[in-house]
């Protein structure tokens, strides 16, 4: 598991300066939409503006997305174990805001190529 969790480190670390580039776009943008609503007092600019500024708040967070696998024999309240353990240690990471993980049967066909042992 730690080889995993160095994985996503060095795809955090990677994503850093796209993300901060993000950001300081977004920070722009939200304050030439403050200028304009200054300048109009529209309440649609206000609403963009403040859009814009979450846009950039943002940007700093990533959230993740996966499926995990049943193999065969486990029961749906394992799978549900492994699932909330495997949240957690992501979670963890302060770069990391948000968690969602979906369960999948096992159909017998291994249709993705296993890059962890996790046992």
Known sequence: MEQTNES??????????????????????????????????SGSMFATMMHSIADAVNGRYYHVEGRIELKRGLTLADADDIKFKVRDKL?????????????????????????????
């Open 91 to 119: 979670l963890a990471d302060p770069h990391i805001s948000d968690v969602t993980l979906g369960i999948l049967e096992d159909n017998g066909i291994q249709n993705w190529v296993p890059q962890y042992d996790l046992q």
């Open 8 to 41: 996503i480190r060095s795809l955090i670390k990677k994503s850093n300066k796209s993300s901060g580039s993000a950001a300081i776009g977004n920070t722009g943008i939200a304050i030439v939409k403050g200028i304009a609503f200054a300048l109009t007092g």
